[in-house]
């Protein structure tokens, strides 16, 4: 089933995720419905505060980008409670990107280019890698949901202020989507 994604504004977003243990009820059926979610809006990736889910997993399918990056073809991972370490060593990488969380806003933001990520997949089988380049941003990206941050928070405050009426439009409901996503109604008093 596509979910609605949770858009700017929404206090979800913003908050840190618990883990989950093997009995988090519904797990594979919710993998399920991210993956739907994801390709449904053409995403690359996908957390689950995005779904509504205060948890720590993500769904990322970047076989789509095969073209320009070979090593991503066939690349598709379900993280649970991962772990990222990002190796300040590395080169930093500035590219745009984009969020289904915050649609029609594109800017660079710069990256380390190597992390090490720990993680469990939906078999509960545990992974410990070192992730570079593209991929290694998608983690990061996704990641940041996890700890509450969202891309733009890696802009400058310039870039921000110009992006204003466009955030402001998102979290106030102003904005059309071509998917169905859920706004943070303020009550009034």
Known sequence: MVLPVYVYGHPLLRKVSEEIDQNYEGLNELIQNMKETMHATDGIGIAAPQVGKSIRLIYI?????????????????????????VDETSPTVTREEGCLSVPDVHENVTRHSRIHLNWFDENWQEHDEDIEGYLARVVQHEYDHLEGKLFIDHISPIRKQLNRRKLNNIATGKTQFDYRTVVYKQSKR
Do not use: H, S
């Not at 399918?61 to 993280?79: N, Q």
């Open 61 to 85: 399918d970047v076989d789509v980008l095969a073209e320009k990056f070979p090593e991503l073809k066939d690349k598709r991972m379900v993280l649970i409670n991962p772990v990222l370490t």
